[in-house]
């Protein structure tokens, strides 16, 4: 068995957060997880309300920016491993208010690593702060080509300039403080929790209802698509295995044109709500494009391929599926979720 250790996730209540501390809680009973969350309107203790009475998990409010704070929680639980997930990372979002993302994605991600070097600096041994960031850092392909890990940081939108700027700070954290650090950088992530803001779970939300499908631009972006759960998976294989100071790159593998997704979901909806075929394709309607738009995102997975053995376990058919499911059997979830400032931000954005 594992030996026993502290360890905080930020970003829990999260997307990715809640499967990576589901993973985590439950296969790990000797670590004690400590989930930091600022519940913003992306944070839903609901996530993990199965996890509420485990006797190894703590959920903590409160905000990665505030210095004070952090500062009394290293003090307090000395924290041994941090996965930092806790983010701004909706890109539509970042275009209308970018402070917001500097603030939380950069300021946060300092603060925390200011805690974590001042709780360790005599002794790093056997401690790793975990940076979970995106494959946006890099930027856009045209039709070919692959990022890998050495390919030069070139971000286009606020999000990525901020997630960028994170990672470089890790980055040089490890180069002055010799602060032990992992990143990785991974594609679009799909599966169930996910905020009906992101363009699969808001599609699935918007055929249940008839609405309006808003493609952007002529729908020609292309992008990785990766199972939340198998990226779960990836992360606890790189905080335990990984080599401490590098990159990793995740991704499935799975690269699809957002029309060719958008009319696979409708396929996949229309049969499981028993519609006519191609019924949902008729809510599809092309709106203005989001401005700075990146064409294309592929990763090249082969390094955590090769060296940590992953690969994603389901094919992307299987994990929409999957999901689909889960929106399905989970109304209620989404119904909570859609409350008034959910609205507010919809209008504001599709009108
Ligand atoms: P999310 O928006 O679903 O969740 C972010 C979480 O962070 C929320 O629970 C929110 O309450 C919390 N949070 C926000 N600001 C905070 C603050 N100041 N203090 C404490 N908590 C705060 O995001 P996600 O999609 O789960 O992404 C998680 C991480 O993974 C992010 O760092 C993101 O950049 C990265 N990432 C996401 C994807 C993707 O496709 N979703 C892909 C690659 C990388
Ligand atoms: O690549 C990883 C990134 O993937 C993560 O770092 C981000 O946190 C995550 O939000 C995601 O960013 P994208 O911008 O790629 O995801 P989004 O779901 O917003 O959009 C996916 C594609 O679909 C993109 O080309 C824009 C398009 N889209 C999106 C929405 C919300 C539409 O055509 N219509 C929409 O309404």
């Given at each position: 068995?594992?030996?026993s250790k502290?360890?905080l996730?930020?970003?829990?209540?999260?997307?990715i957060g809640s499967h990576?501390?589901?993973?985590?809680?439950q296969k790990?009973?000797?670590y004690?997880?400590?989930?930091?969350?600022a519940?913003?309107?992306?944070?839903?203790?609901?996530?993990?309300?199965?996890?509420?009475?485990?006797?190894?998990?703590?959920?903590?409010?409160g905000d990665?920016?505030d210095?004070?704070?952090?500062?009394?929680?290293?003090?307090?639980?000395?924290?041994e491993?941090?996965?930092?997930?806790?983010?701004e990372?909706h890109v539509?979002r970042?275009?209308?208010?970018?402070?917001?993302f500097?603030?939380?994605?950069?300021?946060?991600?300092i603060?925390?690593?200011?805690?974590?070097?001042?709780?360790?600096?005599?002794d790093?041994?056997?401690k790793?702060?975990?940076?979970?960031?995106?494959?946006?850092?890099y930027?856009?392909?045209?039709?070919?080509?692959?990022f890998?890990?050495?390919?030069?940081?070139d971000?286009?939108?606020p999000?990525s300039?901020?997630?960028?700027?994170?990672?470089?700070?890790?980055?040089?954290y490890?180069?002055?403080?010799k602060?032990?650090?992992?990143i990785?950088n991974?594609?679009n992530n799909?599966?169930q929790n996910?905020?009906?803001?992101?363009l699969?779970?808001?599609?699935?939300?918007?055929?249940?209802?008839?609405?309006?499908?808003p493609?952007?631009?002529d729908?020609?972006y292309?992008?990785?698509?990766l199972?939340?759960?198998d990226?779960?998976i990836a992360?606890?294989?790189?905080?335990?295995?990984?080599?401490?100071?590098?990159?990793?790159?995740?991704?499935?593998?799975?690269?699809?044109?957002?029309?060719?997704?958008?009319?696979?979901?409708c396929?996949?909806m229309?049969?499981?709500?028993?519609?006519?075929?191609?019924?949902?394709e008729q809510l599809?309607?092309?709106?203005?494009?989001?401005?700075?738009?990146?064409l294309?995102?592929a990763?090249?997975?082969?390094?955590?391929?090769n060296?940590?053995?992953?690969?994603?376990?389901?094919?992307?058919?299987?994990?929409l599926e999957?999901?689909?499911?889960w929106?399905?059997?989970?109304?209620?979830?989404?119904?909570?979720i859609?409350?008034?400032?959910y609205?507010?931000?919809?209008?504001?954005?599709?009108?």
């Amino acid at each position: 068995m594992s030996r026993s250790k502290t360890i905080l996730i930020t970003g829990g209540a999260g997307f990715i957060g809640s499967h990576v501390v589901r993973l985590f809680v439950q296969k790990y009973p000797n670590y004690h997880i400590y989930n930091l969350d600022a519940l913003t309107y992306a944070g839903n203790l609901e996530n993990l309300s199965d996890l509420e009475n485990q006797p190894n998990y703590t959920f903590i409010k409160g905000d990665i920016t505030d210095e004070l704070f952090i500062q009394e929680l290293f003090d307090t639980y000395k924290f041994e491993g941090v996965i930092h997930l806790a983010a701004e990372s909706h890109v539509d979002r970042s275009i209308t208010d970018p402070l917001a993302f500097v603030k939380t994605n950069v300021i946060g991600t300092i603060v925390l690593l200011n805690a974590f070097k001042d709780c360790w600096k005599d002794d790093f041994e056997d401690k790793l702060f975990y940076h979970i960031s995106t494959d946006e850092v890099y930027g856009t392909l045209g039709e070919t080509g692959l990022f890998i890990e050495t390919t030069p940081y070139d971000p286009n939108s606020p999000y990525s300039a901020s997630k960028a700027s994170s990672d470089h700070f890790v980055r040089a954290y490890g180069e002055t403080y010799k602060l032990p650090y992992v990143i990785s950088n991974c594609s679009n992530n799909y599966g169930q929790n996910q905020f009906p803001e992101k363009l699969i779970p808001l599609f699935i939300n918007n055929i249940i209802n008839n609405k309006p499908l808003p493609v952007y631009g002529d729908g020609n972006y292309t992008r990785d698509w990766l199972y939340v759960k198998d990226h779960a998976i990836a992360i606890d294989l790189i905080f335990h295995k990984g080599k401490q100071g590098e990159t990793y790159n995740i991704g499935g593998f799975n690269e699809w044109k957002n029309i060719d997704l958008v009319k696979l979901l409708c396929k996949q909806m229309d049969q499981k709500l028993n519609r006519a075929s191609k019924a949902s394709e008729q809510l599809i309607t092309f709106v203005k494009d989001r401005p700075g738009h990146d064409l294309r995102y592929a990763i090249d997975a082969s390094k955590i391929k090769n060296e940590l053995s992953w690969e994603p376990s389901v094919t992307f058919e299987q994990g929409l599926e999957l999901t689909i499911d889960w929106y399905l059997n989970n109304k209620r979830w989404l119904a909570n979720i859609i409350n008034g400032a959910y609205q507010a931000y919809y209008q504001k954005q599709y009108g």
